[in-house]
T-cell receptor, first 116, second 114 residues
């Protein structure tokens, strides 16, 4: 059973382009969390999704950011018209049920986005 | 409010004990966690403690929780060079929208000198 798979591992985008980050949860996991880690900071919650539903997007910036978790395929975090301040590591975590504390959330290795 | 704080850096010698400290502000947190992040990697859950416990021991790891002071610590006995990493404490947030999102501290970089 492969772990949480994120791709790409590294992504470079010019200002104004779109960034698409993918997360394939562990097999059997239907809950996905996205976190952002700015340089030399901790992880900040962005969004919590179940299959085809956004449950909590309280940590998502109001503009340019969107997330989905379709019935088939990976979860996608999309950032439109990227700016330098979007440069960060983006981590995805998945869990089989409600996630912590009831079950452990397993983290992917992250996508490191650099905006030039 | 949601605020978890940690000291930024800790240096120890191999074989010594390491103590990493964390303070949090949300008294309603039910679980508190310690995660380890190695360079270029994701986060690995090391251990967690339920808020009605004072202490939890798991092999070389000991977690102490002082709920009155909202202080959490992680002690690593017989620290090894392989323990060098960034350690994050985190609490769960059971309020507002979804349950179970994690609130992370800023991380403590543990450097183990041979």
């Amino acid at each position: 059973n492969a772990g949480v798979m994120q791709n790409p591992r590294h992504l470079v985008r010019r200002r104004g382009q779109e960034a698409r980050l993918r997360c394939s949860p562990m097999k059997g996991h239907s809950h996905v969390y996205w976190y952002r880690q700015l340089p030399e900071e901790g992880l900040k919650f962005m969004v919590y999704l179940q299959k085809e539903n956004i449950i909590d997007e309280s940590g998502m910036p109001k503009e340019r950011f969107s997330a989905e978790f379709p019935k088939e395929g990976p979860s996608i975090l999309r950032i439109q018209q990227v700016v330098r301040g979007d440069s960060a590591a983006y981590f995805c975590a998945s869990s089989p049920l409600f996630g912590p504390p009831d079950t452990e959330a397993f983290f992917g290795q992250g996508t490191r986005l650099t905006v030039v | 409010g949601e605020d978890v704080e940690q000291s930024l850096f800790l240096s120890v010698r191999e074989g010594d004990s390491s103590v990493i400290n964390c303070t949090y502000t949300d008294s309603s947190s039910t679980y508190l966690y310690w995660y380890k992040q190695e360079p270029g990697a994701g986060l690995q859950l090391l251990t967690y403690i339920f808020s009605n416990m004072d202490m939890k021991q798991d092999q070389r790891l000991t977690v102490l929780l002082n709920k009155k002071d909202k202080h959490l610590s992680l002690r690593i006995a017989d620290t090894q060079t392989g323990d060098s990493a960034i350690y994050f404490c985190a609490e769960t947030a059971k309020r507002g929208g979804a349950t179970n999102k994690l609130i992370f501290g800023t991380g403590t970089l543990l450097a183990v000198q041979p």
